[in-house]
């Protein structure tokens, strides 16, 4: 019986860890299949566009020809050149300087996806085609919830890590700080306290049928409470409880039963979707912590980014992290090399996730001191009671 156990236990813990991880893989493939297909879909469209010179090119570049003809020597024309050539500039269209199959590769599509559900939105990639923008808005339809989908139920993984480190810290510090208030006399005469009030302690085992019947007998003046064959029904059941634990008994009900276990797992996912979100609300972690954080996470990214980034120094590369993990996106600064920022894509979800969760703990302190507030306006504005004589 112990061999076979032993198997129907190791298949139990890996199907209850496999039920507990489904819902969380399934958001995370869900999204990145979302964005796979996106970048196929917006890399067909965008990238195989025919690039026709529009009437406002032309004469773009019949402007810019003339200018560069006025070009001279002097100083103060040149000046006059500069203000003409970036009035002229300023109405250009970035899509004229643009070859479209470079720009939408697969893995600028892709790029440029992820740009959309996260709601980042840089700016400097962006559909042309009325068909693209169209499906565009659509993609953005389904993908901004599904990415907020997942960043919710990551951030409970989050949040529950974060607390539970949080708790453990506090315990040792309560520990450390017990350790150095507490002295030598004290210490022992609470061990002595705690040790003699175990030894105390009597455990009861379960009586047995032969046990019970003998009590029932010494009582057969009383009111009789059940039936006897209610009472040895009760009495058996207790003895099997005793004989066998609750976990082979499942086990062997599951093994018995395929359809009772599949019911039972199907219960716990829909559980566990029901409870996305949960762990947010429960959260208490001091905003402070959530803010430091947030600066060493930026801080690694920006000291990294900048080894395939050239162009960018430490602070431009911790302005730009930090413009993309609160989706501002402003697009001042651009990217050379988006393909090999997609790998930090994990980056980006996790940081989005951190800064979250910061938001939703900011949150609960201000609608806490708008509270205080309107309670304290409150009592200034409520006349006081009088106390009326007899």
């Known amino acids: ?56 090119y032309r004469t773009f570049l019949q402007n810019l020809t003339y200018l560069a003809r006025k070009l001279s020597d002097n100083v103060t024309e040149n000046e006059m050149f500069e203000d003409d050539i970036r009035e002229l500039f300023n109405t250009a269209d970035p899509v004229w300087f643009i070859n479209p199959e470079d720009r939408w590769s697969f893995f600028g599509s892709l790029f440029f996806c992820c740009t959309v559900f996260t709601t980042v939105g840089y700016g400097n990639t962006y559909p042309v085609t009325r068909v693209g923008k169209y499906l565009c808005m659509l993609y953005a339809l389904f993908g901004i919830p599904l990415m907020f989908l997942v960043l919710t139920d990551m951030g409970d993984i989050l949040a529950t890590v974060l607390s ?39 455990i009861n085992e379960p009586l047995t049928i032969m046990e019970v019947l003998r009590s029932q007998s010494g009582m057969k003046q009383r009111r009789v409470k059940y039936r006897n064959v209610e009472l040895f029904e ?16 499942s086990m062997e009900r599951w093994s018995s039963c395929p359809e009772l276990a599949r019911e039972k797992a199907v219960s716990r996912v829909i559980e566990n979707f029901d409870k996305i979100g949960k762990e947010l609300e429960k959260l208490d972690v001091p905003i402070v912590l959530m803010v430091l954080i947030i600066f060493v996470y930026i801080s690694c990214a920006a000291a990294i980014l900048p080894n395939w980034e050239k162009n960018m120094d430490f602070q431009e590369a911790f302005y730009f992290c930090f413009i993309t993990l609160t989706t501002i996106g402003f697009g001042d600064t651009k990217l050379e090399h988006p393909k090999f920022f997609l790998f930090f894509s994990l980056y980006i979800i996790i940081g989005m996730e951190i800064v979250f969760i910061a938001f939703k703990l900011g949150q609960d302190r201000l609608i806490v001191l708008y509270k205080k507030v309107i309670s304290s306006c409150a009592e200034k504005n409520t006349p006081s009671k009088k106390i009326c004589p007899k």
Request: proline content about 3%; hydrophobic content about 40%; charged content about 25%.
């Open 1 to 56: 019986m112990a061999t076979t156990s032993q198997p129907l236990r190791g298949k139990a813990t890996c199907k209850k860890i496999f039920w507990a991880v489904f819902p969380h893989a399934c958001f995370i493939l869900s999204l990145v299949i979302y964005a796979f297909l996106g970048a196929l879909m917006f890399s067909h469209i965008e990238g195989t566009r025919e690039v026709t010179v529009s009437e406002e």
């Open 234 to 249: 009760m009495l058996i059941a207790r003895e099997n409880e005793n004989m066998q634990p609750a976990r082979n008994k």
């Open 164 to 202: 539970k480190s949080y708790n453990e810290f506090r315990k040792l510090q309560s520990k450390i700080l017990a350790s150095k208030l507490c002295s030598g006399s004290t210490c022992s005469k609470r061990n002595e306290l705690k040790s003699r009030a175990q030894s105390k302690i009597v």
